[in-house]
């Protein structure tokens, strides 16, 4: 066998065991068991809590200035949300943490930078996480778990320090595959700008410059509007999922079938989630 041969060999090799690893990273954990005693203090994260009051408030005036959007902001609009829906649901979720399918490289770049516009933690802080969710679902070491109430897994797992267990777990998860990837560690690298570019000023710049609109408009709506539903919707996958809706496959799991919640984050179900 040529050198070239035992390289691709290799090669190969390592990329089946990357695979391995990461489908065994999200497969739940019924070893787990939560430390009994004192729970832990629940810390207020004061800064996040002001950004999304100033966020959901200005998202409320986005609303207002809808009737003065002309047409063509409101399909620019519609366009800003299904790409930042799809940065999350075929990127983040099923592409980078699931490995539910392979996309070429161009397509992994248009899931990257709409995972950018989504601005949801980068790809790789998110596939973590959610990996985490899966291994250890509706636990303490669950990110947003679900038995923790409506408010704590839609939005308040984000206002408060993450529980120990969370830390604990998501630090022992290998994530090679993650790591090995260019353009998930390039978004990481860049995350900060290239969300400040793709969420928010070109959003609010195409209007702008190409047909005219308000700069205040392009800001409300294609920008804090646009990403605030886009926020609620993928959130409504770890809060309304899991209690309201029909369990058609399973019963004694939470995780349920809601035709609201799929529409809204584009085709996401909480048994897909799960």
């Given amino acids: 066998m040529t050198a070239t041969r035992i390289h691709h060999a290799d090669k190969q090799q ?3 065991a990357m ?9 739940f954990d019924d070893t787990y068991r939560e430390k009994e005693g004192k729970k832990p203090p629940r810390i207020l994260v004061w800064r996040n809590i002001i950004l999304m009051c100033l966020l959901h408030i200005g998202a409320l005036y986005g609303l207002v200035l809808i009737p003065s959007a002309s047409w063509l902001t409101l399909g620019w609009t519609a366009l800003c949300y299904l790409m930042s829906a799809l940065g999350v649901t075929a990127g983040a979720h099923r592409l980078w943490s ?38 250890y679902s509706e636990t303490d070491a669950d990110p947003h778990n679900a038995k923790r109430g409506f408010f704590f897994s839609h939005i308040g797992w984000l206002l408060v320090r993450k529980h120990p267990d969370v830390i604990e777990k998501g630090k022992k998860l290998e994530l090679g595959d993650l790591k090995v990837d260019k353009v998930v560690m390039f978004q990481k690298r860049y995350y900060k700008l290239s969300v400040v570019l793709f969420c928010f000023l070109i959003p609010m710049l195409v209007p702008w410059y190409v047909w005219g609109e308000s700069l205040a408009v392009g800001y409300f709506v294609p920008g804090l509007l646009r990403y605030t539903v886009v926020l609620n919707a993928t959130w409504l996958v770890n809060s309304a999922a899991h209690m309201w809706g029909n369990r058609p496959y ?23 989630i799960f």
Avoid: C
């Fill in 98 to 135: 699931h490995r539910s399918y392979k996309a070429s490289f161009p397509l992994r770049v248009f899931l990257a930078l709409a995972n950018s516009m989504a601005f949801q933690n980068d790809i790789y802080e998110w596939s973590r996480d959610h990996r985490v969710h899966h291994k």
């Fill in 19 to 27: 695979a391995e690893t990461s489908t065994v990273e999200d497969v």
């Fill in 250 to 272: 399973d019963k004694t799991i939470n995780p349920r079938e809601n035709p609201f919640v799929a529409i809204s984050a584009i085709g996401e179900h909480s048994l897909f």
């Fill in 14 to 16: 390592n990329g089946d």
